[in-house]
């Protein structure tokens, strides 16, 4: 195993994950989210088992994200031209990342909803 290479693989990867930051707001919006939903987990105590669930729920969202950037950029550099089926595969994409936020957002209602229901109603 070339320890080197190894090494350099993770550079790589966080000049991704650095890239994505400064150029996807969808991405910096998650961050904020993420930040929200992390201060809102330690004021409601949860169990460990709801932090797992949390945690999971956030790095997924970020993949799902990282994922749907790099779809759009090899869309963009195989078709540069307008073409109806890169819209379709961009715009599946960005479906998936909004289908997975809304599962994000149930699911933290589920979790957050029980803890807070004294404090709202």
Known sequence: MDFRKFFKSFLYASQGVVHVVKSEQNFRF???AAAIVLIASLLSRLS????IIIIMLICGMFVIELVNASIERVVDLTSPELHPLAKQAKDLAAGACLVYAICTVIVGLIIFLPKWSGILF
């Open 48 to 51: 460990k088992w709801e932090w």
């Open 30 to 32: 998650h961050i904020l």
